[in-house]
């Protein structure tokens, strides 16, 4: 989904069902892409175990060389350089087409990035702030239909979301900080928004 190729067919494909494809539109998460090539390490470590696979299980292993660089060639790294992945779509469609929600901020308030997104869809609004509840045991937000919805009728994330991230040395974060930095810098200008990720003491 990531490739020019895939933005071009998807622009093929509107025009195929006769949809004008200055209409679609696109939402885009982001997060810290430090943390979720962290995340993307995990989710392969567990594709691995259910298809009998063997690849390295430190984060470290996956994403430093043996001499010392940052391996950009491997999905966990490359998928996380936004920048270059959405100058790329923006070949294909215009920029307006793009809807943009902070990850890190919707963990933490998803009222508010959802709104954000009904308006840069043009959409009615729906969302209430009582939609969201905190759910301690899973350590996220869920939604309720109703104020008084019971526990057991709230909708919650997958369970493999929210999983404790493993032991990352510092000297492979600052590396990682690093490499990524000046992805970062790009997509702040392109689009005129600052996540503040270099500040960021998630990890």
Avoid at 39 to 63: F, T
Avoid at 117 to 141: A, D, M
Wanted: with cysteine.
């Amino acid at each position: 989904i990531l490739s020019l190729k895939a933005a071009t067919r998807l622009k093929q494909a509107a025009i195929d069902v006769e949809v004008e494809p200055s209409l679609l539109k696109f939402v885009v998460i982001v997060r810290n892409p430090v943390v979720r090539s962290v995340s993307d390490h995990m989710e392969l470590l567990l594709w691995a175990k259910y298809n009998n696979r063997s690849i390295p299980r430190l984060y470290q292993s996956q994403v430093i060389d043996e001499h010392g660089k940052v391996k950009d060639s491997v999905k966990i790294v490359n998928s996380s350089c936004y920048a270059y992945h959405i100058n790329r779509w923006m070949e294909v469609f215009n920029k307006s087409q793009f809807c943009f929600v902070d990850g890190d901020r919707f963990i933490q308030n998803p009222y508010t990035e959802l709104k954000k997104l009904e308006r840069c869809l043009g959409l009615f609004p729906f969302f209430i702030e009582s939609h969201f509840v905190y759910n301690k045991q899973r350590g996220f937000y869920c939604f309720r239909d109703s104020p008084t919805a019971e526990a057991n009728q709230q909708i919650c994330m997958n369970k493999s979301k929210g999983r404790t991230h493993p032991y990352v040395s510092n000297s492979v974060l600052i590396k990682m900080k690093e490499y990524f930095k000046p992805w970062n810098m790009k997509l702040y200008d392109m689009l005129g928004k600052d996540f503040n990720w270099e500040s960021s003491d998630e990890y």
